[in-house]
């Protein structure tokens, strides 16, 4: 991987993570567009907010992650969390999620698809953290939609199970069960991200690109911890 050199050291720690954490921990396969099928279109959906922050942080840091893909949950929970209720919340980072669901993971699409419904009702950050929370339980049998009815509570559950209503194509228990001649609104915006992701390109999950002061800086993929990442970003922001 080739980084930008802002500071030796934080560039040290990042490589020395790379050496013990290789990306290939990372779940990786290339999506083809005929994985999924092709969305209907969205023009009477507004885009989901799948964002933290504000867009006048210093530094904005996408993430192309799949939420059945198990180095995306140990980033979420060992550096994201710590991320966004740090620089986030101090207006250091925009952090924006880019859905990447990979074919191999017969859950991973729908998860994007009620990740995307609650980012319609302002609920994305809830349900992310659920997906996350859980993932080794709903991975089992596609069982997710009881752990985020639990985080959302019954209104906005509501207000979400009718913005999936129709798109879903597994059943818990049955990965057989995908409907045929599927469309579905919501994922218009989740083929948006795996577009973008294509351009990068993405090649394993999690994926991380950091534009900072108008430059954007080679992807990043692996996993890496909060203080190897805040090294990083700390030398980006010194210069």
């Not at 969390?81 to 669901?101: E, T, W």
């Not at 959302?152 to 194509?169: E, H, I, S, Y």
Request: charged share 15%; glycine share 6%; proline share 7%.
């Amino acid at each position: 991987m080739n980084l930008p050199t802002h500071s030796s050291h934080a560039l040290a720690l990042l490589a020395l993570l790379l050496i013990l954490v290789p990306s290939g921990h990372a779940q990786s396969k290339t999506v083809s567009a005929k994985e999924h099928a092709k969305p209907a279109a969205a023009e009477s959906l507004p885009a989901p907010m799948k964002t933290f922050g504000v867009k006048s942080a210093p530094i904005t840091m996408e993430v192309f992650s799949d939420y059945q893909c198990p180095a995306c949950r140990g980033f979420f929970e060992n550096t994201l969390r710590y991320l966004i209720n740090d620089y986030v919340a101090s207006g250091k980072v925009y952090l924006i999620h880019r859905d990447f669901p990979l074919p191999m993971h017969p859950y991973s699409m729908d998860a994007a698809r009620w990740a995307n419904a609650a980012a319609r009702i302002g609920r994305f950050e809830t349900v992310d953290a659920a997906l996350f929370d859980n993932q080794d339980k709903w991975t089992k049998d596609g069982s997710m939609e009881q752990y985020i009815a639990a985080a959302l509570g019954p209104a906005d559950f509501k207000r979400v199970q009718k913005l999936v209503a129709g798109c879903l194509t597994q059943t818990p228990g049955n990965t057989a069960a995908a409907q045929t001649n599927h469309t579905c609104e919501l994922d218009t915006f989740i083929q948006q991200d795996v577009a973008l992701g294509k351009q990068v390109p993405v090649n394993s999950t999690p994926t991380i690109v950091i534009t900072y002061k108008g430059q954007r800086y080679p992807p990043m993929s692996g996993i890496f911890t909060w203080p190897i990442m805040k090294q990083y970003l700390d030398s980006l922001m010194s210069q």
